[in-house]
């Protein structure tokens, strides 16, 4: 199976590094991507958007043949759900990592711009149930390797149309949020989770991790995503 792993904001394709050797050893053909316009200055970065990412994950799977999971990270769950839903008749499978399907019209969330692009905000801006599990080590190394992404794409609205995105079968991999507290999400169906709990066919997998699972747990990650390659049908 062909999988494609997109990273979520500030990360490139060696984000991945650390589970694509799991991956390759079962079999599949990884594709780790990056994103137009990461790391590029504002003059060349500011016209690409989320319809751009996305653009580039469907250019991804149409260069593929045979069958495709899409995997997502953080905001790249965003990506990942829009390339499901422009090619939902070649996507086997779809993986959420620490993040929810977006509605129609959805975006990432609101950064603050400095000189026109988005820059990584420290460790420090985000809550201790995210990076909790990132020792100073792994902070230090992975906050160096942090890219700007440009300015539009944490908040721009994502496109979605086809409503056959909701009956590929999804996982969702899950450090910050309890499963128990999606399964009540998903009963609850608030406006803002309807995707989610559109979804026909979601399993859920608990990690023990924070916001970036394939920093702390890679295996795990590994595992989760290559359980959802096998209920995808490889």
């Known amino acids: ?121 420290g460790w420090d801006s985000f809550e201790d149930a995210e990076v909790g599990d990132l020792d100073e080590a792994t902070r230090a190394a992975r906050g160096a390797r942090t890219l700007s992404v440009p300015a539009r794409v944490p908040t721009d609205p994502i496109r979605l149309t086809d409503d056959r995105r909701r009956e590929v079968p999804a996982t969702m991999l899950t450090g910050t949020v309890p499963a128990d507290e999606i399964r009540r999400i998903i009963s609850a169906a608030p406006d803002w989770a309807a995707e989610l709990a559109a979804l026909q066919h979601l399993e859920i997998q608990e990690l023990t991790s924070g916001h970036w699972p394939q920093f702390s747990v890679p295996d795990d990650v590994a595992a989760g995503i290559l359980a959802a390659a096998e209920r995808a049908g490889a």
């Open 1 to 121: 199976m062909n999988i494609i792993l997109i990273p979520g904001l500030w990360l490139d394709a060696a984000s991945w590094d650390a589970v694509v050797p799991a991956l390759e050893a079962a079999g599949h053909s990884v594709h780790p991507l990056t994103m137009p316009g990461v790391g590029v200055p504002a003059p060349e970065s500011a016209e690409i958007g989320i319809a751009d990412w996305v653009a580039a994950a469907v250019a991804e799977i149409d260069r593929t043949s045979g069958p495709v999971l899409v995997v997502g990270h953080s905001g790249g769950g965003n990506v990942a759900y829009g390339a499901v839903d422009a090619r939902p008749e070649r996507v086997a499978g779809v993986v959420f990592v620490d993040t929810f399907p977006p509605g129609a019209g959805g975006s990432i969330w609101e950064f603050p711009v400095v000189d026109g692009v988005v820059p990584f905000p």
